[in-house]
DNA sequence: CGGGCTGTTGAGAGCTTTCAAACCCTGTGG
DNA sequence: CCACAGGGTTTGAAAGCTCTCAACAGCCCG
């Protein structure tokens, strides 16, 4: 039974823009509906197109791209609330592609449906391109983390990033949060090879600083974590929800 | 003498898509004025917003992260064509900063119109998020190389996507074009130190594959430098003006 | 019980950085 | 006309970070 957008438990939390009744009832038009997909599955295909848009409502999953000689780069770490397909929504194809790490619940959009959204309704458009300016953003800063931070510090932006979207989502418990995705996922990330992902994760557990262990993440002081990272203090930004 | 849109000369670039009359005057009270800044100036600031709006007329800039710690990292090359400030745009400030490397003429628009142009013209706001949609794929490609490709190759790429945009906008002379930048901002721009970036530089050059020197590109051989630097075929993307 | 995936560890090789110094060119002032 | 300072580019060499190679432990599953 789908979640009708009215009822969407995404839409209480408070990381997300307060939506008028109106815009909760265009949404729920826009919605075609849900779809289960398994841990491993991949819903986009770089270069493909794809019909379908997507927000997440449950489950993780990884955005990447796939060089000609087979590495792969992460591009983002997928999360409920996250709207996956804008590139294919607006140009033909997709700059990456999109694969779920645990089972995910998707809220499912089409893509034809995408015009009437500009036409009829400039606000939701806008918030459209507001999304595509925030990831822009936050390429820019995953941009800068691989080009100029060395690997502990890299790492520990990257948890604290990890960890502040998380407890912004409600997944947190405490100082504690589930990240299951493998050691492998976080060097493609950030650009290591797997084994000195794991030495400087070691580091930094002996360090204190952060914890990542059998899909559980540990943050015991997040700021420490963020002293680690060479990062900016945390702002939570609001943002809109499709 | 602020040229009109109508007779704007990067608009008949085969790159960029063609435009109705109606889209050209709107553009044209879109805009509010011109604006030239000397070589060096910083015309926005990461963390600051911004009233104005930009598109890139003549000349070429840099847009770049600063770290808390003083590192920089060069986001993008900055060319004819390009908007600037998207990002102020639609949220209230911007996530990196936008310096001319030489002269520039820019076309200057009001961020508070904005909100008419996504009420009354879909269209135009649809090539807004298109291009947002297009910043955040090429920050993608950007991510697999820093992380992924080694120095030679990182740098190889680099230089034959400037020289493939130099080409769409009639900036190349044959196999040249004029390439005003410092080793340091390529440096910054890949994630190498300046020493190496010299070095690697260097190698390049005496394989024959590409040169850059005096602030002069030179690939003699494109399909050559491609292979170098392990990247797909080109493919001329069409994009929006603004 | 064997195979496959994930995580861990040690060690040497290799790429990149840092440190230092020199070179070229240009603009300035004596 | 020459000395000098400053920005950008080159070079050499040593230090350091990260990678690759190899091997092993733990776990789940057929």
Chains 1, 2 share one sequence.
């Not at 038009?29 to 270069?47: I, P």
């Not at 790492?155 to 589930?178: F, I, K, Q, S």
Request: hydrophobic share 40%; glycine share 8%.
């Amino acid at each position: 039974m789908p979640i009708q957008c009215e009822s969407c438990p995404l839409r209480r939390l408070p990381v997300f823009d307060p939506m008028t009744p109106e815009e909760v009832a265009f949404t729920q038009r826009f919605k075609v509906g849900e779809m289960v997909v398994d841990a491993g599955s991949v819903v986009m295909q770089e270069g493909l197109g794809s019909s379908q848009l997507f927000t997440v409502l449950e489950g993780l999953g990884l955005r990447y791209k796939t060089l000609p000689d087979g590495q792969r780069q992460i591009i983002s770490f997928v999360m409920p609330g996250d709207f996956i397909g804008l590139q294919s929504a607006v140009m033909e194809d997709m700059g990456h592609s999109f694969r779920a790490t645990t089972r995910m619940r998707l809220c499912v959009f089409d893509k034809r449906r995408l015009w009437t959204l500009f036409e009829s309704h400039p606000d939701r458009a806008f918030d459209l391109t507001w999304l595509a300016a925030d990831e822009e953003r936050f390429l820019g800063e995953t941009l800068a983390s691989l080009g100029q931070r060395p690997a502990a510090t890299r790492m520990a932006w990257l948890l604290l990033h990890l960890y502040r979207r998380g407890r912004e989502l409600g997944l947190t418990d405490g100082a504690t949060m589930p990240l299951p995705y493998r050691q492998q996922d976080m060097a493609d990330a950030l650009g290591l090879s797997l084994v000195h992902t794991n030495k400087t994760l070691a580091r930094l557990r002996e360090g204190g600083v952060v914890n990542w262990q059998d899909g559980i993440l540990t943050v015991p002081d997040a700021g420490a974590l963020a002293r680690a990272a060479n990062a900016d203090p945390s702002e939570v930004r609001h943002r809109p929800l499709i």
